[in-house]
Structure formats: structure tokens, C-alpha cells
């Protein structure tokens, strides 16, 4: 078959072995994939996690149709449309422990559609709720709000019940369209006086929880946007991996500060967060309650363009392969 594998020189079309799955894994047919933040990482040196095998193919979530099932997989039929995760995803075909996979929701959803949504209602699901133990009425700001988690992070947060929803962006076009997905204020994280703005929109008291994509310079602002015994995610990390800490601030606030990532979770890890963002929000995205612009679609042969697009920093939503016709 034909995949997408990581080489010397960057991501490249290879023939590689179809895969054998597991007795707990379902094989797919695949459809389409996302292109992630962590893809683009993987291919400047970083590990994510997301390169699959001894032929290091590349890819962490698909969509397509089950073609197999393993004897101890469980809920998935040979025929269903699913979305799927696991290492080596970019791929005409790939394998999915059934935990980590999920039915496409809507009879109607195509698999574009359906490959803008899982990575991203996982992900925010984990940090808003499961971690940042969000509530109605409460107010949340979403740092690096443009992005395919943060725009589905400001919309998880309105559908919640939040209070109030921030959301920020660099630049400027982006930034005017985050009201489109949830955000009531707008604001710019390189300007100097965004924590005033946020102290302003919540009568001087910050907002209770910060889902952080950009970490780096914006990490001590943070917490002087945070209220009291406030929380703050730190998720991604696009403004820099490393920062110093004030951590008299820190103490001050008096705040919960919680770092996450998938890459060093176990399969038990990935199913309950699977689990508890298919419970709590799987209605929802079928109902088109959560949505996702399509930024751009290219040919699985075209994800070196595909990853140079997302490399430029200009997208708004998400980037998206096609696999076969």
C-alpha cells in the first residue's frame, strides 16, 4: 500500500506492507486524515509519538471504513465509518485499537467533515473538562484561539454554559472570525495591555480557567489574567517550550497549573479520554452543535505541501489529505 513516511529528507509517498492489526484493533480503509500540529513537529526532529512502525509512517488520526476486526475489538463491524487514531495513519489503510476510535455521527458527514473533528474534540474535551474540570457559568479564555483545537475549545466552552468565552489571536483576520465559534471578546496576545482587557471583561477578577496552545511568552501574563484559585492548561506550546516562571505570581494567585499531552499516555489513557468526550459531546458534534473549517485539502501524495501550508502559519481551521478518489 502506500503511505507517507518520514526520511532524511522530510515526508515522502512510499510503498510499505499493509498492516497486521492486533486482536483489539479494527483496520480502516482510509478516507482521509488530519494534519496536526504534532505532524509538522515530528518532521523538524521532535518525537510526537505519531510515527507508526519500522517504515516510520507518519499520521495520527483518520477516517475511513473498517475492513477488518480483531477477535477481542469490540462495538465496531466490518462496514461501520469511523474515526480512528493511532501511529501510522497516513496511509491507505490503518489500524486502530477500538478504544481509540469512534463512530462518525452523522449519516450525512462526508470524510472531510469527519476528519476535522476527532483530534480536536478529544484534546479540548480533555483539558476543559477532565482537567480543567470546567463548569457552567464560568469563564475560560482560550490562548492561540485560531487554531483547530482553540476553535473548538472556545465552542466546547459555550456549549458548557460558559459565562464568558475569550479568545486569542495575532492576526488580525483571524482574530475578526473568532466569533464565529464562540468567542464574545477577541483579544490580541502580543498586545501589552491583554491581561487589563481580561481583567476589564471580568470585573477585575480573571477568568477561572486558560486553555494555553502558546505557553512560552504569554505563561507569567497567564496567570496575572487568572483568577483566584484559577486553573490554567498548558496544551500546546507555539510561543515557545521553555519560559521562566514567576513563581511568586504563581503563588500568589494561588493556582492550579496542569501540563498534558497524548504522546506519553497509554492505550487505558487514550480510551477514557475517548470515552468521556464520546459520552459528554458525541450528540453535540453530530448535530453540528461543534464544527471545524476546512482550511485547505490535499492529496495524500501532496502532504509534504500539506505540512509546508501548516509550517506558514496562515491556515484558519483544519488541513486535511484526502486518500485515494
Not at 62 to 81: K, T
Not at 134 to 147: D, K, V, Y
Request: net charge negative; proline share 2%; hydrophobic share 45%.
Amino acid at each position: 500500500m502506500q503511505a507517507i513516511v518520514l526520511t532524511e529528507d522530510g515526508a515522502q509517498l512510499a510503498e510499505v506492507d499493509r498492516p497486521q492489526i492486533k486482536p483489539t484493533q479494527i483496520l480502516v480503509k482510509v478516507a482521509s486524515c488530519s494534519v496536526n500540529r504534532s505532524d509538522l513537529l515530528t518532521t523538524q526532529g521532535q518525537n510526537f509519538g505519531h510515527v507508526g512502525g519500522d517504515a516510520k509512517v507518519m499520521g495520527a488520526s483518520f477516517c475511513g471504513e473498517v475492513v477488518e476486526v480483531g477477535d477481542a475489538a469490540q462495538n465496531f463491524a466490518v462496514g461501520d465509518r469511523v474515526m480512528g487514531q493511532g501511529a501510522a495513519g497516513w496511509a491507505e489503510y490503518a489500524a486502530s485499537d477500538w478504544r481509540r476510535a469512534l463512530p462518525i455521527p452523522a449519516d450525512d458527514m462526508d470524510y472531510i467533515e469527519a476528519a476535522t473533528l476527532m483530534g480536536s474534540v478529544l484534546t479540548m474535551h480533555d483539558a476543559i473538562v477532565t482537567n480543567g474540570k470546567f463548569a457552567a457559568g464560568q469563564t475560560i479564555l482560550i490562548q492561540g484561539a485560531s487554531s483547530g483545537v482553540g476553535l473548538m475549545g472556545m465552542q466546547i466552552g459555550k456549549h458548557l454554559g460558559a459565562k464568558l468565552v475569550i479568545g486569542t489571536s495575532t492576526n488580525p483576520e483571524r482574530r475578526a472570525r473568532l466569533s464565529e465559534y464562540g468567542a464574545d471578546l477577541a483579544l490580541d496576545s502580543g498586545d501589552d495591555n491583554w491581561v487589563e482587557q481580561v481583567l476589564e471583561a471580568t470585573d477585575g477578577r480573571g477568568v477561572d480557567l486558560i486553555v494555553d496552545n502558546i505557553s512560552g511568552y504569554v505563561a507569567n501574563a497567564n496567570m496575572a489574567a487568572t483568577a483566584v484559585h484559577g486553573t490554567i492548561i498548558n496544551v500546546g506550546r507555539l510561543g515557545g517550550m521553555t519560559a521562566e516562571m514567576d513563581l511568586n505570581k504563581h503563588a500568589e494567585r494561588r493556582l492550579t497549573y496542569i501540563g498534558t499531552t497524548g504522546r506519553t499516555r497509554s492505550i487505558e489513557e487514550h480510551a477514557e479520554v475517548v470515552r468521556r468526550a464520546h459520552e459528554d459531546l458525541w450528540d453535540a458534534v453530530g448535530a453540528r452543535k461543534l464544527t471545524m473549517p476546512v482550511d485547505r485539502v490535499f492529496d495524500l501524495s501532496e502532504s509534504a505541501a500539506a505540512l509546508e501550508h501548516m509550517a506558514a502559519n496562515a491556515h484558519f481551521g483544519r488541513i486535511i489529505l484526502k486518500v485515494g478518489a
